[in-house]
Each structure stands twice: as C-alpha cells, then as structure tokens.
C-alpha cells in the first residue's frame, strides 16, 4: 500500500503525440514519441514499447496519458523523458491510456 501523499507525487498529465518513429536501436521493439504537455510542462520525449497495436501515423495527434516527473532515462542512444501509460495484457501487449474527450494538453490527472 502506498500512501495518499506517495500518489501526490507522482505527475501524471494528458499531452498529445507530436511525431512518432521507429526506435531501430532500442533492445525491445519501440517507438521514439515526442509529446506536447502544453505550456507548463513543454515537449517531452519518451520511448514507447506500444509497437504490437499501434503504428507511428495513427498515433500522431492522439492524446495520451504520461508521468512526466520521472528522471530522464538513458534508452540505447536516446534520452527518455516521460513514461506513457497504457494497460498491459496478454504477451505485454499495451493499450494506451487516452482521455475519453479532448482536454488541454498537460491537464494534471488525479
């Protein structure tokens, strides 16, 4: 269990997918996505293990749901700078997190 002030720290904010592209050096197979968290928070890139149901055009412009206070993280060549969240099945197939309707992107989730 964690506690209501752990969960407070984590930021979790809507941003929307500026650019997406194969991640040819990652390990795993993954895509480099560049997001929009709107003024406050800036452009965040992140590397995206979201290959098996999605493809880099259908991504552009969707919005998605990302911690963007984690340190960045070193992925091959590249330099992560937020985790997106999604729901991980079967074979970790992951289902991306995307708001019900269109919000400002860097809208805080809690």
Do not use: H
């Not at 206070?69 to 992560?80: L, V």
């Amino acid at each position: 269990m964690i506690s209501w002030s752990d969960f407070e720290k984590v930021d979790i904010r809507v941003g929307t997918i500026l650019k997406a592209e194969v991640f040819k050096e990652a390990r795993n197979p993954s895509y480099k996505v560049v997001i929009d968290f709107g003024k406050e928070i800036g452009v965040k890139k992140s590397s995206a293990q979201i290959t098996d149901i999605y493809q880099p055009e259908d991504l552009l412009g969707k919005q998605i749901i990302a911690v963007v206070n984690f340190p960045p993280k070193q992925i091959a060549n590249f330099m992560s700078e937020c985790l997106v969240l999604g729901a991980v099945g079967e074979n970790k197939v992951v289902n991306l997190l995307i708001p019900d309707q269109q919000v400002e992107n860097g809208q805080k989730i809690g």
